[in-house]
Every structure is written in C-alpha cells, then in structure tokens.
C-alpha cells in the first residue's frame, strides 16, 4: 500500500492548525486518471490538476472518517499521533456504489474540510493507494475501503 502526503495538509496537522477534536477528515475515491505524485504541493483539492474524482457512479457521495484521535506517548520528548476510524473493522463505506462507466478504483483521497465542504478550501492530507480496494469496480453493492493497522495516518513528533 502506498501512502503520500500532501505539503499543505500535513503542514496544517505539524502546524497546529488542525483540531484533533472538532475537525472533520473526509474520504473519496479516485479513478486512475490521478496522478497524485505531481500535485504533493497542492493547497486545496482545487489545486491537484490531476484530481480524478470518482464521480458516475450511482449512489457515490464522500465519506466522513469517523475519527478517534489516539495521543500515544512512545517515549520522552517524542509522541504519536494516529488518525484512525472507530468504524467496525476500520472500514469506510460508499453504500451500493454503482459503475463509473466500468472505471476501476485507483485509490483514496482524504482532506481536511474547510469552508463548508468546497474543494477551492478544502485541503488535501494524504492519498492512498494500491490497497485491496485498488482496481475494483464497483457494482452497485457496497464499496468497503479498510484501513491499514494502526490507521490511516501517523505522525511522530518531538515534543
């Protein structure tokens, strides 16, 4: 499974700006026209020239993380922080997700939501790739995405 971060997303977490508390982490899917590599610097999902949302399929919506956030001490001065789903199995669910013209499912895309949910303000924090969920179709019953032990992403920093 591949992972990369996002500069702007990661900066926001780093950064202090984002609130393990109340912010909201959302989840969509991508079709194999993104290529996420060449837009790591993107500061809003507007900004990732390649974005290629799977949006034609009937039934798709993004999906909100229902997120725990887990401050884990491993050791003096350097803590982890994990982002991880208390949904059962770490799974999120497109329901009945039906067919983008037959488009296979090249990965994820999570963002930070800003500005009430508009991708000129939302801003991207990781995307994820080469999963089990990678190059399925979907088909009209529901699209599982499980997350990787022990979440979707962690940070360790110096305190």
Known sequence: MAQLEFVYGVNEIVGQSFDWL???VNCLLVKSGTSIASDLDAPTLSGITTLDEYTGGAGYARV?????????????????????????AK?????????????????????????????SANIPLVAVTGGAFTGKVPDGTDFDVIAPTP???QFRMKA
Not at 80 to 85: E, G, H, I, Y
């Open 22 to 24: 109340t912010d909201t």
């Open 91 to 119: 799974t999120v669910t497109f329901p009945s997700l039906g067919s983008d013209a037959g488009a296979a499912v090249f990965g994820i895309l999570l963002y930070i939501v800003r500005g009430g949910d508009v991708d």
């Open 151 to 153: 979440g979707w992403l």
């Open 64 to 88: 909100a993380l229902l997120a725990t956030r887990q401050f884990i001490v491993t050791g003096d001065p350097i803590f982890q922080v994990n982002l991880d789903m208390t949904a059962p």
